[in-house]
Every structure is written in C-alpha cells, then in structure tokens.
C-alpha cells in the first residue's frame, strides 16, 4: 500500500521553520556565551532534528544542508572548532537560506546554491577554512561568465507516480528575489498568527473551569442571603404585634434592616447573573484557542478508505460533511484511532462487494458517510454506511464461538444486549484473519479511547440496509456536564452525556425478568440497579418510589436506582488523590457550591461491577480479552514522530508517542510496552542512554529497542548496537516495509 506524505511535507515544513527560528535565537545567544555547552548542544541537536526530518518526507536539499550545518555544529561541540563571526555568519546565511527552500514554490536561486553551501558547511566540520559562502561566484560559474545571471527557470519535471522526491531538487537556478521583497510577507504571517504552547492553553482553560466553581458558591451565598432575607421578614411580621413589646424606634430600625437585606438580595442575584455571564464568555472565548475544525481530521481518512476498498475489491465512496464543525485540538487527535476502526469495519463488514450489492437492488457502489454536528457543548460524529447492516443472528454465533456467553444466555439476550457484545474485548465476526479484521481489535478500541474522553458510542442497525456509530464527544475536557445525586447521603455525579433521562420507579411495580428487574422505557426494556448495591454500600429495603437514572453504556441504556437527584452543573474535575486510586468505580471528584465533595463515577465500571454481582451467582466468567501489541515511541521530531506513529496505527500497532528519552523512560516506569523505537539525539535524555537504560534495568530488559537515526556513520551504527538495540534503522535509507518487518520479529 502507497503511503501519502503530501500532508507529512506540510507538518515538516511547518516544524522546520520553527526549529530555524530557535537557531535564530541560539545563534544570537551563542555570539555572547560561546562556551556555554547546553546551547551549543542545543543548537546541535535542532540542526539534527531538521536533517532527519527533511530526510524523513523526501526534502533532500533542505536535509543535506541541515547535514553541513550539523557537522559545523558539531565541530563547535566535540572542540574542534570555536565560535567565531566567521562561522557564525555563516551559519546565519545557512538559516536564511533553508527558509528560502521551505517556500512553495523553493526559492529558485537558493536551490542553485544549497549543494555548493552544503560542500562549504562540510568543509568547516572537517576543518577546512572559516569563511561565509561566495554564493555569487557560484553563480557567475553556473552562468558562464555572465555576470551573475543564471540562465531562466526551466519547467520543473514533476516526480513519477509513487516516488515521494520533492520538486525542489529538479528545479533549476533562477535569478534571486531581492530579500526585502519577502520580509513584507513575512511580517504580515507573524502579526497574523502567534505560536503559544499547549501548555499554556490548557492551563488557562483549568483557571477558567475554576470560575465555573464560583459561580456555584456565588448562587450559594445569594441563596442563603435569601433565606435569612426570609427568616427576617417574618421576625417583621410578628414582630408588629403588641405581645412583642417593641418601640415605634425599634420597629423602624427593623424595617430599614429588611429593606438593606432585600437589596443585598437583589444586589447578589445581579452579581451572580453577571459573573455567570461572564465567565461563560471568557471559557468560550479560552476553548476557542484549542478548537480546529475537524476537517484537520477527517482529511486523514479519504486515502486509506480508498486503498482499504481496493484491497477488498469494493467500490466505496467517502463522503464528508460538517468539516467545518470545531473540537479540542487534543481530543482530535485521540479520536484518530476510533474513526480509523469505524471506516475499516465499514468498508470490511458492512459494504458488500459490487455482485452481491446488485443482486439486493442496489448500486455497485457503496457509500460511506463521515459526518461531525455541534450539540451545545458536544459534538456527535456519525461513521454511516449503506451496506448490508449488522446480523443479529451471526453476532449471536460469534459470541459463543468464542466463549464469551454460553448458547443460552446468547438465547436470552435482547437485540440491544446483543450489538453491545461487538464492543467487547476479542469480539469479531470475521472467518478469516485478514490485515484488516478478525483479530478480535476494533470497537473495543473505539469504545475505550471515547470512553477514554468522557463520550459516549451510539449504535443505529438497519438489517439489510446499513449501520450508523455516533460517537457524542465533550467539546474539552477542562470542564464537565455532570448531573449531581445522592445517594445512602453521598453526593455522586455522573457525565451529562451519559444521561439519557429520569424516570420515578415504583419498586414494587418493576417486573423481573431473567432473575433481573426492569422497567419498560420508550418501548424499551431497561434493567435497574440499586446504586447503593452496587457501590458496596448496605442496600436499604425500598420505601416507596425511587428514582431511576438512565445511562447509556456501551449503546445501551440501563437504570441506577438513586435516592434523589441535586442538580445539573459543570463542575471541574480533581484528581481523587491517594486515597482513592482503588477506588475503580470513582474517577474524579468534584467541589460543590455548598462545599460538599461530589464523587464522578465511572458509569462503564459501574455497570460492570452489577453485572459481576450477577455472574457470581451464576457461575459466569469473562474471556481473556485479545490485545494490540504496545509501542512506545521516542523521538523529538514532531515530523518523524508523526510519520512514524501514522505506519505504526495503520499497521494496528497501539502508540504511545513522546519527545524525548526521559520522558519515554518515565511511561516506561508507569506501564509495560512490547517493544521501543527511539532516535540518538534527543534532548534531556538520549537514545544510547535510553537503550542502555532498558536493556540494563531488570524489569525493561526483556523490551526489545530499534533505534532510527539520521547518525549514518558505522560507528554510531556500532554504538547503538552495543547498547543493546535489537536493529538500527538509518532515516536515509527509511523504508515502510522494512520498519514493520524489523518490528515484526520481536515483537511476534
């Protein structure tokens, strides 16, 4: 399968041109603290990261430059060489020109001088002369005599089908553009757009969730204000009469104390109303930094639904709507891997081959629709198809094919508990393992990483004529819509999204069925559970009516039973601390108007936990679920991290991605992973260390490690080797193939 790097070329540019500017600013510093060896490291490695990830997306003029710069640097690094204006005017010369090859089209003049530049820079790394590049020289030869005026631009040749070269280097030599032509343009981008880190953002978004918090207390103060205005009105009004005994005098001053308490009243409810205004308008305008449209996501998808379809000899048509709908940054990037699984099980499963879908009356050509729509404060994407749906019967067989219910249970499920089976771990109705279903990986996926991100999946079956997911996904994750109960007098929250609705249940009128109760909701029949139950708590005989709420998990929609419910807010979320990591029911907690703590459960887990209780008393038990092999990734450029990571979730690996050794060192020490990929030069810790690190500490030796790095010289092939590494892969020689069948062999 082609890989499409048009959008990888982009990301590159984009990241390149960000790393030149912080040369820009190293170099300046370096001019006045030339020994000082973490900038000169620094700077070493930048030149580094834009070599590999040039190298990386076929921008081969821009990375043998990079190359020359990085052997100066290095020069500098190892002592060789000192810093001096000579080479640091080089050096500049160098940027200027790398950021005239990142223009679309390249600068014509600079493609003419950037093998003669990248010559010169390699000369100074081996001890040559240091001196600025006579790039007008160059071009006085190029041009035979002339004086310095190159011949004019021929028509570039445009790459053959399947070669990923860029242009650039094919490109002949034009005469240069003045540079004060360029710096408008420049200027223009910079006052347009501002690079803030996400950190940054995300921070602000938390002080923003906290006003949330005092706009509950503010309506809570107004309201006790109102209850003592209350309280003092009636002490006025017995007060008048003659048992009191009070002075014409004291009942004026008691009059003049109920008029100063209705103003306070007033004068809190208009505060309250305009801080709540308020701080509506900054959180939205502080989420409107992180929001993009999603048309940054979906596309990613029209190229491998088209290469899925013709490896299934279907004909599939994608169709994309609502690109313009927006969503957190972060959360785009998680929902990658769902909406990738959804198109695959849409074009294996659901859309026929052409035969069959003629022979059911309709087109050849299958149809399958990627749709974002804003909700308020979410955002419903729908994965649909027009294919042949999903089959009840089938799921029901596949279920007990791999032990995941025994014939009987799978006899008396409902239609709904039945599609619920698909998100199970190691579920799948496919005969045969293919490169794209039957490994028991896909909607398990989907339903964790949404869960993962306070949403919630939604399944629509039309037998014979299609399937629709609609995964309903919080607009950020800063704050969050929850529904506040109480229950055995523990305030408890539970995610908006989630809540379908609220019903009142008469206990004694709700029907068992297969040893469970139910009630029947829009046609639907909806078990119940005690809340209290199911936490552990001691379950009180019910007194009369009791509330239900209804909650979706996993596309179905089951009944806690609560004592009553509190209120609808959005609450920020806190870290449960120490004390209750355990606590696998409860994933945050929340501060309350009134001060109270109010504890959000995790309504998958709840579920769960009562379906446990259940399967206690009959003997149930759960299959172990399948899993996707695990991947840590280290590399602190963002091109090649990003090029790397989209082989790896294309090829079903799971990816956990980082910038730097250190940082891959500590997820190491939270989890386990089946195997590393790192590059050699990285910031805080580097790749040698790094492998060193793992294959040396007991509990990370037997994790294999590959390292890919820009590094081509035998010697730091043998370096890597000796530290442990079970493959070293130079970006040079990069190869799609040749990455997956290097991490084939150890992992398998």
Not at 481 to 496: I, S
């Amino acid at each position: 399968m082609g890989f499409d790097w048009t959008g990888y070329i982009q990301m590159a540019k984009t990241e390149i041109r960000e790393r030149l500017q912080a040369l820009n600013e190293g170099l300046l510093r370096l001019e006045s603290e030339s020994g000082e060896t973490a900038l000169i490291d620094e700077l070493f490695r930048h030149a580094h990261s834009i070599k590999g990830s040039a190298q990386m997306v076929g921008l081969d003029l821009v990375s043998r430059v990079a190359h020359g710069l990085e052997d100066a640097l290095g020069a500098v690094r190892s002592g060789k060489l000192s810093v001096s204006p000579p080479l640091l005017d080089v050096s500049f010369q160098t940027l200027d020109l790398l950021e005239r090859l990142l223009e679309d089209p390249p600068d014509q003049a600079a493609l003419s001088q950037a093998e003669g530049l990248a010559e010169h820079l390699a000369a100074i790394g081996a001890g040559g002369p240091v001196s600025r590049y006579d790039a007008a020289a160059l071009m006085t030869a190029d041009a035979g005599g002339e004086e310095g005026v190159p011949d004019g631009p021929a028509t570039p040749a445009l790459p053959a089908e399947g070669e990923t070269e860029w242009p650039e280097a094919r490109e002949q030599a034009a005469p240069e553009r003045p540079a004060a032509t360029a710096a408008p343009a420049a200027a223009g981008r910079m006052a347009d757009v501002m690079r803030v880190p996400i950190e940054r953002v995300d921070h602000l978004l938390q002080l923003v969730g906290e006003l949330a918090s005092l706009e509950q207390q503010g309506r809570a103060l107004a309201e006790a204000l109102n209850a003592h205005q209350a309280q003092l009105r009636r002490f006025r009004g017995s007060a008048g009469s003659p048992e009191a005994g009070l002075t014409g005098e004291q009942l004026e001053k008691l009059e003049q104390a109920c008029a100063r308490a209705s103003r306070l009243v007033r004068t809190a409810r208009r505060l309250v109303t305009a801080q709540a205004i308020l701080g509506r308008e900054i959180r939205d305008a502080a989420m409107d930094l992180r929001l993009l449209p999603v048309a940054t996501l979906f596309e990613r998808f029209p190229r491998p639904v088209r290469d899925l379809a013709r490896a299934a000899g279907k004909e599939v048509r994608l169709v994309i709507e609502g690109e313009e709908t927006r969503l957190d940054k972060r959360i785009l990037d998680e929902l990658y891997d769902p909406i990738l699984h959804l198109l695959r099980n849409a074009v294996d499963h659901g859309i026929e081959p052409p035969a069959e879908r003629v022979e059911a009356g309709k087109p050849e050509q299958g149809t399958i629709l990627l749709r974002a729509m804003p909700r308020g404060r979410t955002v419903c994407i729908e994965v649909s198809d027009d294919g042949r749906g999903i089959s009840i019967e089938k799921v029901r067989q596949a279920a007990c094919d791999r032990a995941l219910v025994t014939p009987g249970e799978a006899a008396g499920l409902t239609e709904d508990q039945v599609l619920q089976l698909l998100f199970r771990p190691g579920f799948s109705t496919a005969t045969q393992v293919t490169s794209v279903s039957g490994r028991g990986v896909g909607l398990d996926v989907v339903y964790s990483n949404v869960h993962d991100l306070k949403g919630v999946v939604r399944l629509e079956n039309r037998p014979g004529e299609g399937a629709t997911f609609s995964l309903e996904i919080p607009l950020t994750l800063a704050t969050t819509r929850v529904l506040l109960l109480e229950c055995g007098g523990v305030a408890y929250a539970l995610p908006g999204a989630l809540v379908q609705g609220v019903m009142e249940v008469d206990a004694a009128a709700a029907r068992a069925a297969c040893g469970q109760q139910v009630i029947s909701w829009k046609g639907r029949t909806v078990p119940l559970w005690p809340l209290d139950a199911v936490l552990g708590r001691s379950q009180r005989p019910p007194a009369g009516n009791r509330l239900a709420v209804l909650v979706t998990n996993a596309g179905s929609t089951v009944g806690l039973m609560v004592d009553r419910l509190l209120d609808e807010e959005e609450v920020v979320l806190k870290p449960v601390g120490a004390l209750l990591e355990s606590a696998r029911l409860v994933t945050a907690g929340a501060v309350l108007g009134d001060g109270r703590i109010a504890l959000l459960l995790d309504v998958d887990a709840v579920v769960k936990a009562a379906s446990h209780v259940r399967a206690g008393a009959t003997g149930t038990t759960e299959s172990e679920s399948a899993r996707r092999y695990s991947i840590l990734l280290a590399d602190d450029a963002l091109t090649t991290r990003e090029v790397e990571r989209a082989i790896l979730d294309a090829a079903g690996y799971e990816v956990t991605a980082v910038a730097d050794g250190q940082a891959a060192w500590e997820q190491l020490a939270r989890r386990s992973f089946d195997l590393v990929v790192t590059d050699v030069e990285m910031p805080r810790m580097d790749g040698i260390a790094l492998t060193r690190q793992i294959t040396s500490d007991p509990r990370t030796a037997r994790i294999p490690v590959i390292i890919i790095s820009s590094l081509a010289k035998e010697e730091d092939r043998r370096r890597g080797l000796e530290a442990g590494a079970a493959a070293y892969i130079v970006k040079s020689a990069f190869d799609q193939e040749n990455l997956l069948d290097l991490i084939e062999r150890p992992i398998r």
